[in-house]
């Protein structure tokens, strides 16, 4: 079963769609066959018994009605209509005796003056003494006749073939001997004879087919069966119908056949509309199944199809939003695998720079120490003279100096690179703090001619490390010194931007080649400063690169960049406090 069911499994929707209504087609006629060979015989004898009964109840009740001498006619009715064998018994079931044992008709031809007997088996004119009709007649037996045909006032009453018959001839009806019953003609039969010895003979128990106030049995060892109904007319005589039923096999055999074809047919019609059936059903699913592979392989472009079938509609939807979802999730983890490259791209670099700043500190280091040890061990083994002795000394403590300013701003980059420090968080007011800085140094632009205009305001708040930001303020305007012919102007503003507080210096007649732009925040990256001397300390070599990771540690967004005669330098902080004025 599981095989089967594997096999099934694997073919196609439309296939099948085709194969189970095929199969149950097969069902319904393997059903209907056993059915038919189980059930049919005893429901095609009850149906008809039962049919048969309302006809003889009526019969009986059409008997009771004339009078005892004249039930031809209503058994000649009877009879002729069902295909059924009736008789009229006495109490003791003997068939009831007629003096005239057959319908005779006695004719008289006036041409001929000639009498004619005839045996009338087709009772439908009702033959009146005295009247003129056209016979046909043909030989019967014992010089009668049996009348072939009939005309009454050029209307043919009645017809059949005959052999021999004779020509039309116009005859008056003499006389008209009809019997009682049609026993005479029904005794003779095989059938009625059997039963009738059957139940003079007390042959058949009565008492178990007992139906009412008659009896009703069926004689199944015949082939085919025989109904038999016995109901009484009055109380002196009964009327016995046999009746045979038709062959059930025969029946049988004929609706089998029957519905073969019509099963057949119907498989046929089924398997033409189930490949329309199996498209329709299938076509969705096709596209569905299409779309999805392209959604495997990444393709979020494609758009399941809508169809009139709503589970499929409802399907497509799905897949759909399916698609949506992973295109959505597919970009937010590229865009996060970018965030995670360029962090990890962030630390290698940061961590490069690290190396590179231990690297360059040693060296800066080293010189210093060098000299500082070359000097003393010159006093010490008195090769330097004593005139000599005070400047290499202040040489010495120059690079002493050197050296601290270099320890300090390693210092201020430790604790702005270390997270464990926090950055003390102040409300600090840049202009206050911007305007401060220049008047620390504003004997310094006077001293080597250099004009300055200032454009500051003073109600900008900021929230920052006032200490770290002071020394970003102090470093940008110390380079400006450095790097700014006399006479030229220095420009420093603070203002207000929308929602940040902008901090910009400008110094004209100088500009930073465009190689050197993006290289001047590492450490330990110099420019040839031509006015370095007016300084009075040494830089450390890693001031803007200091800058650099205080502004980063603010999240704070800065720049230097070359202006049309000049070079800008220039940071922006969000503001604390709109509403704040001092």
Known sequence: MRKIRGLYNK????????????????????LQTFLNAVFFRNYYVNREIDAFNIHFQAHVTALSAVNDEDYYDAMYAFTGAHNVYSIILEPNFTPVLSLVDAYRVQFHHPDEDVMTHVVVFDNHHAYVEGETVDIRVMPYVDSSYTICALRQYDVVLYEQSCQEPSPWMTVTVETVLKPTTMNSVFERNPLGQRELRRLVNQEVDLTQVQNGSGYRYIIDDASPHIMVFIEPIDDDRYVMAVKQLQSTDAIINVVSAYQSYVYLTAVAIIILWSFRIGTVASTPIKNIEKTSRQIANLNFDVVAKDSANKEAASLSESINLISRNLRTTIETINKKNSELVALYKAQTQQSNLRRQLVSSISHELKTPLMIIQVTLQAIIDGIISSDDIPEELQNA????????????????????????????????????????????????????????????????????????????????????????????FIRIRVYRKDTVAVFEIENKGVRIPEVDLEKIWLPFYRLEAPFEARIKNRSSGIGLYLVAEILNAHRFTYAIRNTQNGVKASFEAPLKDFSTHI
């Open 397 to 488: 403590l120059d690079e002493v100096n050197t050296s601290s300013v270099m320890l300090q701003d390693l210092l201020q980059i430790y604790k702005v690179d270390n997270r464990d420090a926090l950055l003390a968080d102040e409300t600090v007011n840049l202009g206050e703090l911007v305007q401060a800085a220049f008047e620390d140094l504003e004997m310094l632009f006077q001293s080597n001619a250099l004009n300055t205009e200032i454009d500051i305001d003073v109600s900008l708040l900021i929230a920052a490390d006032g200490t770290l930001i002071e020394r970003v303020v102090s470093n940008f305007m110390t380079n400006a010194v450095k790097y700014t012919p006399s006479g030229e």
């Open 11 to 30: 073919l196609s929707l439309s296939t099948q769609i085709i194969m189970t209504i095929i199969l149950v087609f097969i069902s319904f006629f393997v």
